[in-house]
């Protein structure tokens, strides 16, 4: 695996390193030493799957409060998905500042979300996959988002959004 850092210390893309044959290919997706050899938190706890019938689709900002902060490795699996993570963390020289990478089945990149940011994504394909690895439980009661057009953050989203849920696009602004 390629792990490249991006302006957001801590948040990463990762690009697999697929072994090619006469049969296709073989690439590590996880592997716990070279995450451990980049820093990076290499505790799973959970694995979890979203499934989106509709392109435009967005669900996010998400991210969980202390004490159960969560570190996410995403993929895409099935379709194509605009990613974007967002520093949350006050002392951050890039608080409330984002990145946004595509993610899609084809160039099978993840991103690297650490504890402290809020993610969220936004289809770019009908019928989108999206897989995610997880550092703690889910904890409903630490549950937390913002809202996805805070003029905060000015994020710039790059079509516009047909499907949303009801909690996401009533969470307040951040401010």
Same mark, same amino acid.
């Given at each position: 695996?390629?792990?490249?850092?991006?302006?957001?210390?801590?948040?990463?893309?990762?690009?697999?390193?697929?072994?090619?044959?006469?049969?296709?290919?073989?690439?590590?997706?996880?592997?716990?030493?070279?995450?451990?050899?980049?820093?990076?938190?290499?505790?799973?706890?959970?694995?979890?799957?979203?499934?989106?019938?509709?392109?435009?689709?967005?669900?996010?900002?998400?991210?969980?409060?202390?004490?159960?902060?969560?570190?996410?490795?995403?993929?895409? %699996?099935?379709?194509?998905?605009?990613?974007?993570?967002?520093?949350? &963390?006050? $002392?951050? +020289? !890039?608080?409330?500042?984002?990145?946004?990478?595509?993610?899609?089945?084809?160039?099978?990149?993840?991103?690297?979300?650490?504890?402290?940011?809020?993610?969220?994504?936004?289809?770019?394909?009908?019928?989108?996959?999206?897989?995610?690895?997880? %550092?703690?439980?889910?904890?409903?009661?630490?549950?937390?988002?913002? &809202?996805? $057009?805070? +003029? !905060?953050?000015?994020?710039?989203?790059?079509?516009?959004?047909?499907?949303?849920?009801?909690?996401?696009?009533?969470?307040?602004?951040?401010?």
């Amino acid at each position: 695996m390629i792990f490249h850092e991006s302006k957001l210390p801590g948040v990463f893309e990762i690009q697999l390193e697929p072994q090619l044959d006469e049969r296709g290919f073989f690439a590590r997706t996880w592997c716990q030493s070279e995450f451990e050899g980049h820093g990076l938190n290499s505790r799973l706890v959970q694995c979890s799957i979203s499934f989106s019938t509709r392109r435009g689709t967005l669900r996010g900002l998400h991210y969980q409060a202390k004490p159960h902060e969560e570190t996410k490795v995403v993929r895409c %699996t099935r379709g194509a998905i605009y990613d974007v993570a967002v520093d949350l &963390r006050p $002392n951050s +020289p !890039t608080y409330k500042e984002w990145i946004a990478v595509t993610l899609t089945a084809e160039n099978r990149r993840m991103l690297y979300i650490p504890e402290g940011c809020a993610h969220g994504f936004l289809t770019l394909e009908d019928n989108t996959e999206v897989c995610y690895q997880m %550092t703690a439980f889910y904890n409903p009661e630490s549950s937390r988002g913002m &809202r996805w $057009n805070d +003029p !905060t953050f000015q994020i710039a989203w790059p079509e516009h959004v047909e499907v949303i849920s009801e909690r996401d696009r009533n969470y307040r602004n951040f401010e």
